[in-house]
């Protein structure tokens, strides 16, 4: 069993997190123009794992899999799928809209552009 995000929820939050880390202090949009540089060079920011960049796809191809469970349906998903309940109030973020709601079309453009397939394969909406 492996978990996928939305790539626009997924986004904002790998932006989140490295400004938390202090690995950068950028806004959202100097943030998504390094990270066209960065998959087209693989210039990470320094002390980070390039990993975390990568689309859930790129995982899920290299890691054998029989359920994908999407982030945004948890916990009810992992619960019907394995019988066990989850605690989830304190350990996720929640967004009361989602973030195609609050990006412009470019951002958009930008983040379909990095995980076309992950749009492609677990069915999200553009």
């Given at each position: 069993?492996?978990?996928?995000?939305?790539?626009?929820?997924?986004?904002?939050?790998?932006?989140?997190?490295?400004?938390?880390?202090?690995?950068?202090?950028?806004?959202?949009?100097?943030?998504?123009?390094?990270?066209l540089?960065?998959?087209?060079?693989?210039?990470?920011?320094?002390?980070?794992?390039?990993?975390?960049?990568?689309?859930?796809?790129?995982?899920?191809?290299?890691?054998?899999h029989?359920?994908?469970?999407?982030?945004?349906?948890?916990?009810?998903?992992?619960?019907?799928?394995t019988?066990?309940?989850?605690?989830?109030?304190?350990?996720?973020?929640?967004?009361?809209?989602?973030?195609?709601?609050?990006?412009?079309?470019?951002?958009?453009?930008?983040?379909?552009?990095?995980?076309?397939?992950?749009?492609r394969?677990?069915?999200?909406e553009?």
């Amino acid at each position: 069993m492996t978990v996928c995000r939305h790539p626009y929820e997924r986004a904002l939050s790998i932006w989140r997190w490295t400004n938390l880390r202090s690995l950068a202090d950028r806004t959202f949009n100097e943030f998504l123009e390094g990270w066209l540089t960065c998959f087209d060079t693989r210039d990470y920011i320094e002390g980070d794992d390039p990993y975390m960049y990568e689309p859930c796809s790129y995982w899920h191809d290299r890691f054998p899999h029989d359920e994908v469970i999407k982030f945004e349906e948890m916990p009810g998903s992992f619960e019907a799928l394995t019988g066990v309940a989850l605690d989830w109030s304190e350990k996720t973020h929640t967004c009361e809209h989602p973030a195609r709601d609050s990006l412009n079309a470019d951002q958009r453009q930008i983040i379909y552009a990095w995980a076309r397939e992950d749009f492609r394969r677990y069915g999200y909406e553009r």
